[in-house]
């Protein structure tokens, strides 16, 4: 297994299709937002620093998130590949990931914005981690496993989709270019099918 890096637009699907790379291939996730999340959790250093940020309302810095990637990184499960979800967003946390990883594949999935805007507006979550979409409830506005209210996050409004389409337009696009410099790019058109688009991912990774 290689050490990979999905990219693609807010709602792409690349969480997804990150847990089932981590399932068929026994390698782990690595969610930048998850790490964060943990470390803001148990309250250690870097998660005080990086809290202090986002009580703010701004980024965390690059160089945080980079001490947390390479932290991570160095863990025994990572000794024989993993995947990077979320990280890096700019040409910049690229280069700094070069410095500390040996990348070797970065797997783009492409997604008509229209499609995610449509996808995000739709997605429903519970405080207990579980995720619906109206598409699917058939009216219901309840957790199936835990019966708590559903909600919209507000990530998922349609005016804080477009804002992050375009952010990922501006900062995260480039990096398209960047590892296709690198010979290092695979393009996946997705359907919008987790399957389908699974069974190409696992093509490009054998």
Not at 16 to 24: D, H, P
Not at 77 to 104: M, S, V
Not at 117 to 143: E, F, I
Request: glycine share 8%; net charge neutral; with cysteine.
């Amino acid at each position: 297994m290689k050490n990979i890096i999905l990219l693609g637009a807010p709602g792409a699907g690349k969480g997804t299709q990150a847990v089932l790379i981590a399932k068929e291939y026994g390698v782990p996730q690595i969610s930048t937002g998850d790490i964060l999340r943990r470390n803001i959790q148990d309250g250690t250093p870097l998660g005080k620093e990086a809290k202090s940020y986002i009580d703010k309302g701004a980024l965390v810095p690059d160089e945080v998130v980079i001490g947390i990637v390479d932290a991570r990184l160095k863990e025994e499960d990572c000794r024989n590949g993993y995947i990077l979800d979320g990280f890096p967003r700019t040409i910049a946390q690229a280069e700094a990931l070069d410095k500390i990883a040996k990348i070797d594949l970065a797997v783009n999935i492409e997604v008509d914005f229209d499609v995610i805007v449509r996808r995000l507006a739709g997605r429903r979550v519970c405080v207990c981690g579980a995720s619906y979409h109206t598409d699917t409830l058939n009216g219901s506005t309840v957790c199936a496993k835990c019966g708590k209210e559903l909600i919209v996050r507000d990530d998922d409004r349609p005016e804080t989709v477009q804002n992050r389409l375009k952010v990922y337009s501006e900062q995260t696009a480039p990096l398209i270019d960047y590892y296709k410099k690198q010979g290092k790019l695979a393009n996946i058109v997705s359907n919008n099918i987790i399957e389908d688009t699974f069974a190409k991912v696992k093509k490009v990774l054998e």
